[in-house]
């Protein structure tokens, strides 16, 4: 790690906080440290101080709200790394949170030594999650796969939601009832394995920014 890399560790269990500020400071005599256990306070942090290279959030910070707070940077901080550091270790959790430009998921369950490396692998440019579990290109892949189950019909009506557009206004413009338009969204959800429109809609989004990435 150089000498001026600035990170920012975003948790509120104070223990876990001071433990993890110890093994970096320990491991990274020269990095500089700061500290945040809520979301105000971390926005606080990003507003007044320049050249953060990496933050490590924990997803239960307060004032999170699940992923927000992940998207929310990387759309503000696109320079910013960031690794989520969580209790959670299921998988569709760490692929949620790479999909969404997450540099890296390290479990709070993980040895020391290998937290060590992740953060050295993340400062290098690498992506790193437990035992290599999330592949970029395999997750493209399923999205393309969801999204191409879908008839010409459902993916215009998915088009549709991502415009904003109502149950009753896609209806009148496809000339079909609004309980027909409710069933074919249901069979999207269904289809796509999310539970609602925004969900749907994020779905899309990804892959449309995937495919813009490969052209």
């Not at 440290?33 to 007044?48: K, N, S």
């Not at 998207?71 to 969404?100: H, N, W």
């Not at 413009?173 to 338009?181: C, H, N, P, R, V």
Request: charged residues 20%; glycine residues 6%.
């Amino acid at each position: 790690m150089t000498s001026n890399t600035k990170l920012i560790i975003a948790d509120d269990h104070p223990l876990f906080r001071q433990a993890l500020a110890l093994m970096l400071k320990s491991s990274f005599v020269c990095s500089s440290l700061l500290e945040a256990e809520t979301i105000p306070e971390l926005e606080e942090q990003l507003a007044t101080t320049t050249d953060i290279d990496l933050i490590l959030l924990d997803l239960d910070i307060p004032g999170a709200q699940g992923f927000n707070t992940l998207g929310r940077i990387r759309q503000l901080y696109p320079e910013i790394g960031v690794v989520i550091i969580s209790g959670f270790e299921e998988l569709d959790t760490i692929r949620k949170a790479m999909s969404l430009g997450a540099a890296g998921f390290i479990p709070k369950s993980t040895p020391v030594p290998e937290m060590i490396k992740a953060i050295n692998d993340v400062i290098q440019g690498k992506l790193w999650t437990p035992h290599g579990d999330y592949n970029p290109d395999e997750h493209v892949s399923e999205q393309t796969d969801k999204l191409a189950s879908l008839t010409p019909q459902q993916h215009k009506i998915l088009l549709m939601f991502a415009e904003g557009l109502l149950n009753k206004q896609i209806a009148y413009e496809l000339g079909l009832s609004e309980s027909t338009i409710k069933s074919h969204a249901s069979t999207i959800f269904l289809k796509l394995g999310v539970k609602s429109r925004t969900q749907a809609v994020i779905l899309l989004n990804e892959r449309q920014q995937a495919n813009a990435s490969f052209t």
